[in-house]
């Protein structure tokens, strides 16, 4: 039987184009002190540390072993997961079954990277088989360049309803520190952009990003202890599919959706619209914030771009998405999706500043990884 | 004490240099036959689970949903329809050669004629205005064939 957890403390740095001030330990550090600070812990509390990046990314593959000075895993059992760009999800998942196992009180995950000392579309590629796929596949962008196509063919949708979910996103930043952009625009800056992949264009398109984020998992006994106001963990649901890229099921989105329902019924969520107060998504770009809303329930198929026009998701909306700025506004890899988790705690934990959501009781984190892995998290104030 | 190395501060950068990594794949049996049936038949291979009766391209050992061995094989032919494409614009560097690629370039998943999941590949129109989701499609083959996935050259719309 599990035991409850609770996320009880969040550490990120201020996330940018190029720490060239830092290599990938001192960044790592900053963020786990400042997690540390943000739970008024020190290192001798954590019992387990989890950590994880796209690890071929600055072509160091034994990063568990090399961060330690940084990741204050000296000596102490520590275990690298690495699954893409939903690392920061299963980095989440593992520090939770720690916990929850009864294994371990305290754990900490780390998620990081430096995509300023690589090329992030060259690095990503490789994730593609190298005999049949890779020669085909448009970078990160590709796919969910292709998979917007044929929703646009199919539901009459237009690049303006996925232009919408850039602006929300890229204006929610302004009102996060941490965010790496932080410019205002508009669905006309977003139309103008340069077209990278069509029909996906630079403003619809996550940055590359240096940064890390730390997250602080606690047991039952412990969370209270250490703050007044934990995040318990509800629910987590993972669903991983093929490796062949031609595989995908675009129309029914099988692993979305199997995640999403998973982690509902734990969680005993019937209608997420009404009942999840917040949701930082893994939108890696814009057209996502379209078609996903659909897979996940929130409505039904076509229909999320009049929901979109009508600012329901925006952050005075009933259901406001990524009041961080998302991953469009700051996408260090490894650490993308361990920032969704880490945000949405932060709501929960009324932490989030001028972010804040008012009355945050249920929040959604959601990870995503380019072989259509997603990964999902319920948080609440109250136990489960 | 100020910076030790004397003067102010400051940060270098430190490159791999300019090594490459060559790797050698095998393939393993079915992958080969796919690959020789494009070389050698000027055709696309599949093959069908005999548990779900799903038609896989490109072929391989397990189905993965019912986790058995597969050898019931499918000639697919050449034509299907596509499935979703996009146009890329970016020349992004490909892993390959170190070198960016050309752009712009249209990447497909075509669903051949009797198949349940997609092969990926080229079309050999680049202007978005003139492709659709859902067209018609035929593989076309290069003269000389070398038994790789570029023995098909790229795809036309028919």
Known sequence: MARRTAIVGVGQTYHTSKRKDVNGQELINEAVKRALEDANLTLK?????????MDHFEAINYVDCWSVDGSGAFMKPIMKVTTGGSTGGTLGACAYYHVASGFFDVVMAIGWEKNSESDTQAAISTCADPILERDFFGGAIGPNAAEYAMYMKEYGATQEDAARVAVRDHNNALNNPYAHLRKFITVEDVMNSPMLCWPIK???????????CAVIYASEDRAPKITPKPAWVHATAVSHDYVYFGDFDWEAMPTLEATATRVYKRAGITNPLKEIDVMELYLPFSTCGVIWMEHMWVCSRGESPSLIRRGVFDMKGELPVNPSGGVLSTNPIGATALIRIGEAALQVMGKAGDRQVSNVKTAMATA????????????????? | MGAPAGGEKKLLEISSGEAEHVYYWHCGYYMSQFLLGLRDRKTILGIKCPRCGRV???????????FVT???????????????????KLPYIDPNTGKPIKVPRTDIYV????????????????????IAVGARVKAVFKKRRRGTIHDIEYFKQI
Do not use: Q
């Open chain 2, 111 to 130: 669903k051949l004629d009797g198949a349940d999941t997609c092969l990926m590949h080229w079309l050999d129109e680049t202007d978005e205005k003139k």
């Open chain 1, 368 to 384: 995503f990884g380019s072989c259509y892995w997603f990964e999902a998290t319920i948080l609440r104030a109250t136990k489960p």
């Open chain 2, 56 to 66: 896989y391209v490109p072929p391989r050992e397990v189905c993965g949903r019912c």
């Open chain 2, 70 to 88: 597969m050898d019931e094989w499918v000639d697919l032919g050449t034509e299907g329809y596509i499935y979703a494409f996009t146009v890329v």
């Open chain 1, 45 to 53: 509390d954590i019992d387990a540390i989890i950590i994880g990046n």
């Open chain 1, 202 to 212: 630079l403003l619809d398109s996550c940055p590359r990003s240096d940064g890390a």
